[in-house]
């Protein structure tokens, strides 16, 4: 099986501007997730960023890097410019390796662009882990995911799903017993076919309702493949408190 990693760094970040190239033990943040990536099986690792400073340094590094439009709405919309650019086969696999997950495991890589692999019908797989804290499941900055019994992915939601009419409605706070919540794992594969059709479809309703970019997907069709990861990922880095907690353990 034969993939490819790209990675998106952009520049600009609200909490914490310039985040791909914040230091973390001596290198940027891009560089070590770069790294990781390297660690898959993957045959080819590129970073796409919409700034000159990223380019440079990326450069320095010895990435594969290419600049890509700041205009693209949505992540995945500058997924399809970068496999366009790099022509490759509509029956290629590509995995997006977010640019702030520098502790991300290779074996999660490898296991989403396999399982898509596997999956002729489906154009995207991703992961997702069992949610043991009630808080998460009420917390819209958690998404959760339902899936049906062959593996494919039946909705993501911030809210509560699948909500236990009884359980809940009596206030009870705890996990209802003998139900599964899942928290989706932001690691996706695409097929480039999927990527190119993506681009042509305006965002559907519960996308701009949601928020969350996999749900034109489904209202496309499209199959989404849906499995526990095999090991549960590091945090990312969205804030400076994530960023002391990585260098810390990092040194």
Known sequence: MSFTVIIPARYASTRLPAKPLLDIAGKPMIQHVFDQANKSNAQRVAIATDDQRIFEVAKGFGAEVLMTSAQHPSGTDRLEEVV?????????????????????????????????????????????????????????????????????????????????????????????????????????????????NYVKWSPSLTERVECLEQLRALSNGVDIHVEPALLSPPGGVDTLDDLKRLRQQFS
């Open 84 to 196: 366009t650019k790099l022509n490759l086969s509509k029956h290629g696999i590509v995995v997006n390796v977010q640019g702030d997950e520098p502790m991300i495991p290779p074996e999660l890589i490898n296991q989403v662009a396999d399982n898509l692999s596997k999956q002729a019908s489906a154009g995207i797989a991703t992961l997702c882990e069992k949610i043991s804290d009630v808080e998460q499941v009420f917390n819209p900055n958690v998404v959760k995911v339902i899936f049906n019994n062959n593996g494919m992915a039946n909705y993501f939601s911030r809210a509560p799903i699948p909500w236990c009419r009884e359980h809940f409605s009596s206030n009870d706070k705890r996990l209802p017993k003998g139900i599964d919540y899942y928290r989706h794992i932001g690691i996706y594969a695409y097929r480039v076919e999927f990527l190119k």
